[in-house]
């Protein structure tokens, strides 16, 4: 039965890696544009995976994370940096803060530190309107160049989606090896029982803090490829929507699922490109998803699809041990 | 100067006093069923859409049209809300509820967009736009009837809750569900009360404060904040936590507009929730919650 389910996993997956690869060629720049956001967004949506998915510690805040990855970038590449010293000033900067921001998460917890993070994230936002001899407030900063790498430019759209995606490609086998690694496994602990993690000798003050750092350094990370990407930055896309936009994106593909942040973005970023014909319907039939999935499938669409070949392979018990339960707790 | 202190200070507790509305509600539904509303604030915005439609498509006058809508609120916000989301979800616990008032919130306000469409309606203010002068200070009749109706609707509701057989089997519901089914009081009744009570709740706050902010789709997204916020401040699980932190914040949110600084005039009230939520969790006027593990 694992390995029939593992066969179809394993086709999707290199079936979806050959579209990323192949996609550039099909679709008129402004497609490569929309994937390449999707890029970006699914790193965003990985960090925010880890915090919430893996940690579960609920996060309102990313949006902040990627807006301070964002103006880093565009603030000190368009007074003459290069790329790289901005992209990991954006990271490790946006990890301290993340740190910092932990620390409330250890005194409260589930909807308390929702509403930490939010006015967080709200009060970020602030700060990039109306500071203004920093961020050009609500003017933003404008002709943000784009990078080159080993001396070739990625400035045309498809270098640079190809760019984008290598560093998905980056950050998605980094994560895979961080969940493998004792600290995946303490994050679980975390998440599934802080209080035996805790009697377990897993440091657990410790291991949220790095959960909401490291959650945040993807947001900032995310953040330094977008200011590029778009090449105008303003405040408005680091409003609450958007944190509660990568919410949705990580709840809906199904938090606790690796691949889950990846599809939530599909359906968060692509499909509504896709389907602009119905534009505002889409945004309803969206939320009208989100509701239904909360109703009847919790752990997202990861989760549904598991629960969907479980059923047809076998009738056994393994949904008890899906994330999908635990998660939902 | 002290003229101008007491006029900012009225129209801080009018404010204030539709906050408290919002957020007793809220903290309503948090202490019967453990319901975290993200769509709070959307919940205000929709009933005066419900009353311009009642106004505009079946020509009602507007006290009618005010009932009209009213009911239709509290039939789909309180009734419906509790048995086709509330109902299903709970056992899932507190996260996923969250989550689908987050896109119940998307929804509401997409469909207004839609089929009402993006502008700011004027909406019929209870009070004429005049001020009176008490004292040598001049008030705005508007905040001063906000303020007396919103003060007898939160004395009616003490009055219901402490002064009722029903009101006081809701309060044991509240404090411990599983003593009061022990007791035989019709606990699942008794929600379905609470949600019918912050539909009712939130339809007076829409009629209050639609005159002055004008009816617009994204009306619910500050004040479902606003309201959460007071709510914390206050105490999550006492409803004059939720009046204390609603008055607070009005108040604090006017001066701080006048005095302070109007850019930031909303970080301050963001900056205080998070110093209240790390080292007052349980807000001013709450108690601690112990939740077992």
């Known amino acids: 039965m694992s390995r029939h389910r593992g066969a179809i996993g394993w086709g999707a997956l290199a079936a979806a890696c050959v579209f990323l690869l192949v996609a550039p060629f099909l679709f008129r720049p402004y497609g490569v544009f929309i994937l390449a956001t999707w890029a970006v967004m699914t790193i965003a949506a990985i960090g925010l995976n880890l915090t919430l998915g893996y940690a579960g510690q609920i996060s309102l805040a990313q949006a902040a994370f990627v807006g301070i990855g964002s103006y880093i970038t565009a603030y000190l590449t368009t007074r003459g940096w290069p790329f790289w010293p901005t992209y990991v000033l954006g990271g490790v900067s946006c990890f301290a803060v993340g740190w910092l921001l932990g620390y409330p998460a250890l005194r409260v917890q589930h909807h308390y530190l929702a509403f930490v993070t939010l006015a967080f994230n709200t009060v970020i936002y602030l700060v990039f309107r109306n500071e203004e001899w920093l961020t050009g407030g609500i003017y933003g900063i404008t ?137 505002n319907y889409y945004l309803m039939g969206y939320a009208v998803l989100v509701m239904l999935l909360m109703v009847f499938c919790p752990s997202g669409l990861f989760g549904f699809a598991d629960r969907l070949l479980s059923a047809s392979t076998t009738r056994s018990p393994a949904e008890d041990g899906t994330p999908a339960q635990e998660a939902a707790r | 100067m002290l003229a101008d202190i007491l006029q900012l200070f009225v129209a801080g507790l009018a404010t204030g006093a539709i906050y408290a509305l919002v957020a007793i509600g809220f903290t309503l539904l948090w202490q019967t069923s453990q319901t975290i509303n993200f769509a709070q604030g959307e919940f205000v915005m929709l009933p005066a859409f419900f009353v311009l439609i009642a106004m505009g498509f079946f020509k009602l006058p507007f006290w009618a049209a005010v009932l009209a809508g009213g009911a239709v609120s509290v039939l789909l916000l309180g009734y419906l809300f509790k048995k086709l989301m509330v109902d299903p979800m709970i056992r899932h616990g507190v996260l996923p509820l969250v989550i689908a008032t987050i896109g119940l919130a998307i929804l509401m306000k997409e469909s207004v967009r839609e089929f009402y469409g993006a502008d700011a309606w004027p909406f019929p203010p209870l009070a004429a736009a005049t001020n009176v002068t008490v004292f040598g200070v001049s008030f705005a009749v508007q905040s001063l009837v906000v303020l007396v109706i919103s003060i007898a609707a939160v004395a009616a509701l003490q009055l219901f809750l402490n ?131």
């Open chain 2, 163 to 293: 002064g009722t057989r029903t009101g006081r089997c809701m309060q044991a519901t509240a404090q411990n569900p599983t003593v009061a089914r022990l007791l035989g009081i019709p606990v699942e009744r008794m929600i379905l009360y609470t949600f019918l009570i912050n539909a009712a709740l939130v339809v007076l706050a829409s009629i209050l404060i639609t005159p002055i902010y004008l009816a617009k789709f994204t009306n619910g997204e500050l004040l479902g904040l606003y309201a959460f916020i007071a709510a914390i401040i206050g105490g999550f699980n006492q409803i004059r936590g939720a009046i204390a932190g609603g008055l607070l914040l009005g108040v604090v949110d006017n001066f701080t507009a006048v005095y302070i600084s109007s850019q930031y005039r909303m970080a301050v009230p963001l900056v205080f929730l998070i110093v209240i939520i790390l080292f007052r969790p349980q807000g001013l006027l709450g108690r601690v919650e112990e939740r077992t593990v």
């Open chain 1, 143 to 279: 002709n943000v160049p784009r990078p080159s790498v080993l001396g070739f430019s990625v400035a045309k759209p498809i270098p640079f989606y190809y760019f984008c995606l290598a560093h998905l490609a980056l950050v998605s086998a980094a994560t895979w090896w961080l969940l493998r690694s004792p600290w995946g496994r303490a994050f679980i602990a975390l998440r599934e029982n802080p209080i035996r993690a805790l009697s377990l000798g897993v440091d657990t003050r410790r291991y949220t803090l790095i959960a909401f750092a490291l959650g945040a350094g993807l947001g900032g990370i995310s953040g330094t490829l977008y200011a590029p990407l778009v090449q105008f930055i303003d405040p408005t896309p680091f409003a609450l929507g958007l944190s509660l936009n990568l919410l949705l994106m990580v709840v809906v593909g199904g938090s606790g699922y690796f691949f889950g942040p990846f599809l939530g973005a599909v359906v968060a970023v692509l499909l509504p490109e896709w389907t602009r014909f119905a534009q």
